[in-house]
Each structure stands twice: as C-alpha cells, then as structure tokens.
C-alpha cells in the first residue's frame, strides 16, 4: 500500500476500488496462514482509508487469518488508519507513525486581486454555496461550519484507533493531536507493537520455509513511466504529502 489516499479519478494513489480485487485475492487465494500489509502512506482521504480498513477487516474476520501490517517510512494519518486494521502494527526505528487527526487546508487570494483590481463576481442559490471562497475574506461562520464538519470525521478517526488498539493505549496521553513519533517511540506510546522488518519477522512467526505471496496495485506502462500529465500531477501531490513527514538522512 503505497502512496497517498484518494478518490478513484486520475488513477494515483491508493483507494478502496482499486484494491479491493488486491485484498480479496490476499485472503481467499491459496489459504494463507496470514496477510502482511507493507504500508508507506502519509494519508488522505478519511472515507478511502476507512472504506479500505474495514474490507481488510471483514475480510479477516470471514476467514480467520490474522493481519499484520508493516510500516515503511511513512504510516500516518490515513496510513496509520489502515495500519490499525492489522491485528499487530511492526515499523523501522526511523518509520514515521501518527498524525491522528483532520486537516482542511486552502489559501486566501482576496488581498491579492484586489491589489491587482480584480474583482470578484458569484452567483448562488443557497446562502452557502460560496462557502470558504478563496478569494473573498474568511468568514467566521465558514469556519465554525467547517469545524462541525471536521470534528465528527476525527472522532471517527480516534474511535478507530482505540477500538483496534484497546488496552495498547496508554492512559491519560492524548495520542490524537495530529502529532507524529518515529518508530521506537510509535512502540513504547502503543502506536506500533515491536521493530521489525516484513520477510524476517514473518518467518519469525511463521517459519523459516515461509513463501510469499505479493499482491500490489499495477498502474499504466505511460504512468510509470511519467508520461503523462495525470502522473506528474499525481507524483507532485504525493511528494508534497509525503514531504509534511519527510525527515531525510
């Protein structure tokens, strides 16, 4: 699972009808003793990621095989959401774990054209139709209305986690600020259970004659080959969300 999440649309990133064929052949091909999820995500979308955790999860529990998932460098907000559909969560000492939390994020123009005498003429039928325009000044009732939208979504978010994790949790530590850990502190604040790499730990658990399985997302030869305008637009958003999180050695 790689990438930021989204919408199905231009054909980037990772959402629930993309994968879902990927998730049901994982559990239903061949009887697995087990499915590892290899998630490098920094999030997206809250409805993708809650779509895609909960088909993992049924999928689960129809079968009986356990889920472990292993982070890479980045399992945060919506990662860190299907990262907590796995019965067990292993990271790297430098993975990036957290961001529990709902961001809604925009700029404001009207400064600007109204330096450069534009002006700015729209039009509605419903009294919120033009509600957080970027080029009028911010209107305090947008905002409250905006954060009556966020909060239910974040609290969504925190009753995931807390459902998945349970007792994992310490108590009395908000852990649903919107901060991030790196690995061995994702470990020691109940983010994450142990370090621990996908083909070693598997066959600590499972067997040193363990066989592989991988199923992942195939994207267009032009796509890979960022050949067209789609995937550049693609490669620059998932660069600009992975940067929010990108410490570099």
Known sequence: MQ???????????????????????????????????AINSPGGSPVQSSLIAARIRRLADETGIPVHAFVEDVAASGGYWLACAADDIWADDSSILGSIGVISSGFGFHELIGRWGV?????????????????????????????????????????????????????????????????????????ADGIGHLVPRMKALYGEKVKFSVHSPRRPLFRRLGLSADAVLDAAEERAAFASFGARG
Do not use: C, Q, Y
């Open 3 to 37: 990438g930021a999440i989204g919408m199905a649309g231009r054909g980037g990133g990772l959402n629930d009808a993309s994968l879902a064929p990927l998730i049901e052949r994982a559990f239903r091909r061949g009887k697995p003793a087990a499915v590892a999820l």
């Open 119 to 191: 002006e700015r003429r729209v039009h509605t039928a419903g009294r919120s139709k033009s509600t957080l325009d970027p080029f009028r000044p911010e209107n305090p009732e947008d905002v409250e209305r905006l954060r009556n939208v966020l909060e239910p979504i974040h609290a969504a978010f925190k009753a995931h986690v807390t459902a998945r994790r349970g007792n994992r949790l310490p108590e009395g530590r908000d852990l649903f600020t919107g901060e991030f850990w790196a690995g061995r502190e994702a470990v020691e604040i109940g983010l």
